[in-house]
């Protein structure tokens, strides 16, 4: 396990196929690994590594926020 960022040429929706249900999108640009977050804030999340990424709107139903 690493904390660098994965920059890959695919779209979002591609990597969602192929990563396990541990994954969650929150953002039209981000995926999390759900065994990372720790607190859920009301438009942020935060992960371990002291990472803080914004929800957006369409993705805060996913997150239950």
Not at 2 to 18: G, N, P, Q, V
Not at 33 to 38: D, E, R, S, T
């Given at each position: 396990?690493?904390?660098?960022?994965?920059?890959?040429?695919?779209?979002?929706?591609?990597?969602?196929?192929?990563?396990t249900k541990n994954f969650i999108q929150i953002h039209k640009r981000y995926l999390i690994?759900?065994?990372?977050?720790?607190k859920k804030g009301t438009s942020n999340v935060y992960l371990r590594g002291n990472y803080i990424l914004p929800v957006g709107s369409v993705y805060k139903k996913t997150l239950d926020l």
């Open positions: 396990c690493t904390d660098e960022a994965i920059i890959a040429r695919h779209t979002i929706k591609h990597l969602r196929s192929l990563l690994n759900n065994q990372y977050l720790v």
